[in-house]
């Protein structure tokens, strides 16, 4: 099957979704191709992939007769039998540039999503999101989950905590990332009698006001900054992860997490309540109570052997259910349906 994918952000906001599938459905032997924006962040990790990857270089504004006009000749020398968009400018110019020549999907996993119901098929990573995209004009019978994923890894687990067990967080912009709350947890679990260290993920001067909040609470020499570029490492060196999040729309953070085998505590947000069930896969907490996070800290903390139980139980269910390869399997068996069921009509006057 010959697939385009088109994504015409210069920045990354949905960059792993396009670089997941563009990996996933190359790796099954599609032919793939992407079209992105000529100075997109995007190109430079897309390179190494077995795709042909291609510019639109015309301004790109949602009306510009000359993206459109050059778009639609791009896919048609690509011989694609389906176009894939990331976003609603994508959606406005393959629209214009197509019409109903090809059938073309939404990947539609952030709101706003009224831009999604110009397409023949929307897919969202939450299924907590289906009311809200229906409502903004897809119908249910063109709306379908596709899961969050990531690259199967090995699940590697070291053979007994360190001591004191270290935990790995990340930050998120803004006070929804709930990082304050869990220093605050993790002062009540030092007055309790637990020892253990965290590394935060994070970078800029929020950090600075991190540490002035550790030292106000006594967590000097417990808590350390460790730049994103870390990350990867910081998740083979951690003994928990923690997520506790206010609110949140999007958890695809926890997949690597899950893949690392590490016991995980988060708040019971609607997005990580698809991921992960409480007491069998993760301890999940009420979001924005410091005293739940230390509840649920201590449980983890006193008993390790259960808490690997809970690791364990996620990772099978990554492999289940969020493994790259398993859920570009099932978009491949989608789209493969749609062009077999597509009806071509008259192809619109194209763009002058």
């Not at 073309?104 to 706003?112: F, K, L, S, T, Y």
Request: glycine share 6%; aromatic share 4%; proline share 6%.
């Amino acid at each position: 099957m010959r697939i385009a994918l088109i994504y015409l952000s210069r920045h990354a906001t949905v960059a792993p979704r396009v670089l997941d599938v563009a990996a996933g459905l190359a790796a099954l032997g599609h032919e793939v191709a992407a079209i992105t924006h000529p100075k997109a962040r995007l190109n430079a990790r897309l390179a190494p992939l077995p795709i042909s990857q291609l510019s639109l270089s015309a301004p790109l504004g949602e009306r510009d007769a000359r993206a459109a006009a050059q778009l639609g000749p791009l896919v048609r020398t690509l011989r694609a039998e389906i176009v894939l968009c990331f976003d609603g400018l994508t959606m406005m110019l393959a629209r214009r540039a197509l019409g109903a020549e090809k059938p073309i999907v939404a990947m539609a996993d952030a709101a706003p999503y009224a831009w999604a119901a110009a397409a023949d098929l929307v897919l969202t990573a939450h299924l907590y999101t289906f009311p809200a995209i229906n409502e903004a004009g897809v119908a249910l019978d063109r709306l379908h989950y596709l899961p969050p994923m990531i690259a199967q890894r090995g699940g590697f687990i070291r053979p007994v905590w360190q001591q004191p067990p270290v935990m790995l967080l990340d930050t998120v912009p803004g006070e929804a990332g709930g990082i304050d709350l869990f220093l605050q947890a993790m002062a009540q679990v030092k007055e309790q009698g637990f020892d253990c260290r965290a590394r935060i993920v994070g970078a800029g001067w929020r950090m600075l006001a991190l540490r002035r909040q550790a030292a106000r609470l006594g967590l000097q020499g417990t808590i350390e900054i460790i730049a994103p570029e870390q990350r990867e490492e910081a998740l083979k060196n951690a003994d928990i992860y923690i997520y506790p999040l206010r609110e949140g729309l999007a958890c695809e953070g926890l997949l690597a997490p899950m893949a690392a085998k590490l016991p995980i505590l988060a708040t019971q947000l609607p997005c990580v309540a698809e991921l992960l069930q409480t007491g069998e896969e993760a301890v999940l907490v009420t979001p924005g109570d410091a005293e739940a996070l230390a509840q649920g800290l201590v449980y983890l903390l006193k008993d390790e052997d259960r808490a690997r139980t809970l690791a364990s139980n996620a990772f099978h269910r990554l492999k289940r259910q969020y493994a790259r390869e398993r859920v570009c399997q099932a978009l491949a068996a989608q789209l493969a349906e749609m062009v077999a069921s597509h009806i071509p009509q008259a192809r619109v006057r194209e763009v002058a």
